[in-house]
T-cell receptor
Framework: NAGVTQTPKFRVLKTGQSMTLLCAQD?????MYWYRQDPGMGLRLIHY???????AKGEVPDGYNVSRLKKQNFLLGLESAAPSQTSVYFC????????????????FGEGSRLTVL | GQSLEQPSEVTAVEGAIVQINCTYQ??????LSWYQQHDGGAPTFLSY????GLEETGRFSSFLSRSDSYGYLLLQELQMKDSASYFC????????????FGTGTRLQVFP
């Protein structure tokens, strides 16, 4: 009963390096989201996807790219990491808002803690 | 753009009742949700209001008034374990599929 799984859970990068965060969900959810959360702050939406092969920009998309090649996976990429991208990254998934008994519930992964030196 | 404002911090004592408000600027959204987050953990879902009015789930209740652009989370019979951050979130605001979170309220419960 995995739910939403994020890998890696911790990572330290040097400025300019690239990396990819993987989010995998086993609940057959159409909608997936990537958020970042800085210390003492709220969650800010980076990118989201409403289905396989589709992605869209959120509130803070600059410096990030995403791909949704398979329904169960949503990848977040940093092409050239910067210290300002040091944060905790959360992935979440849910069903479409018009699908039957939608409760508005997002299912979150445990988070990926990224430090950029 | 969309924005959701919450008080930054609320304090209360065990057994008390506390209300956390959320005022928003958005339109055309599906509903308002509430999440709890303990330090170092992921947000967990508490409640959802798709329609105006009050929703009750155990010790927690949530309210939405679209005409007033306002909602709140009510926590009753506070326990020490309720000390956490609480976030409101709107889904589908401004006719998008975004799910945007509020600024967050840190609740401290004292003995």
């Amino acid at each position: 009963n995995a739910g939403v799984t994020q890998t890696p859970k911790f990572r330290v990068l040097k400025t300019g390096q690239s990396m990819t965060l993987l989010c995998a969900q086993d609940m057959n959810h159409e909608y997936m989201y990537w958020y970042r959360q800085d210390p003492g702050m709220g969650l800010r939406l980076i990118h989201y996807s409403v289905g396989e092969g589709t992605t869209a920009k959120g509130e803070v998309p600059d410096g990030y790219n995403v791909s949704r090649l398979k329904k169960q996976n949503f990848l977040l990429g940093l092409e050239s990491a910067a210290p300002s991208q040091t944060s905790v990254y959360f992935c979440a998934s849910t069903i479409p808002p018009t699908q039957g008994e939608n409760t508005g519930e997002l299912f979150f992964g445990e988070g990926s803690r990224l430090t950029v030196l | 753009g969309q924005s959701l404002e919450q008080p930054s911090e609320v304090t209360a004592v065990e057994g008390a009742i506390v209300q956390i408000n959320c005022t928003y600027q958005t339109s055309g959204f599906y509903g308002l949700s509430w999440y709890q987050q303990h330090d170092g953990g992921a947000p967990t879902f508490l409640s959802y209001n798709g329609l105006d009015g009050l929703e009750e789930t155990g010790r927690f209740s949530s309210f939405l008034s679209r005409s007033d652009s306002y909602g709140y989370l009510l926590l009753q019979e506070l326990q020490m374990k309720d000390s956490a951050s609480y976030f409101c979130a709107v889904r589908g605001g401004d006719n998008t599929d975004k799910l945007i979170f509020g600024t967050g309220t840190r609740l401290q419960v004292f003995p």
